[in-house]
């Protein structure tokens, strides 16, 4: 069975980092894709970062976290990671990490509405403001 659980989540003040982490357990964690997403009640959820599987895989970002978020796997660890630096108060929302089997998408492909990924966590409630 697969479990997805993020972490890291919590009340910043703008301009300040957060890391979020994400375990995947009970599958081969180095064969999935894995994805950042975030939501905010009422709106869309938008895709914030997403890696391949591929050793080689370019990251892809939401261009209004470009230059400031960076997504990156540790493969031993079944986990994934969401480097948020100069938060802002648009980004106060659910982040919700998710993980996909499907194999051979552009790495745009995983975050364009999550539809690609298999198994989501539960969130963690991201709250940027003064």
């Known amino acids: 069975q697969v479990q997805v659980v993020e972490s890291g989540g919590g009340l910043v003040q703008p301009g300040d980092s957060l890391r979020l982490s994400c375990v995947a357990a009970?599958?081969?964690?180095?064969?999935?894709?894995v994805g950042w997403f975030r939501q905010v009640t009422g709106k869309e959820r938008e895709g914030v970062s997403c890696?391949?599987?591929?050793?080689?895989?370019?990251?892809h970002y939401l261009e209004s976290v470009k230059g400031r978020f960076t997504i990156s796997r540790d493969n031993a660890k079944k986990t994934v990671y969401l480097q948020m630096n100069d938060l802002k108060p648009d980004d106060t929302a659910v982040y919700y990490c998710?993980?996909?089997?499907?194999?051979?998408?552009?790495?745009?492909?995983?975050?364009?509405?999550?539809?690609?990924?298999?198994?989501w966590g539960k969130g963690t409630l991201v709250t940027v403001s003064s």
């Open positions: 009970g599958i081969s964690f180095q064969y999935y894709a």
């Open positions: 890696l391949s599987s591929r050793r080689d895989s370019r990251a």
């Open positions: 998710a993980v996909s089997q499907k194999y051979g998408y552009p790495e745009s492909d995983y975050c364009s509405g999550g539809t690609l990924m298999d198994s």
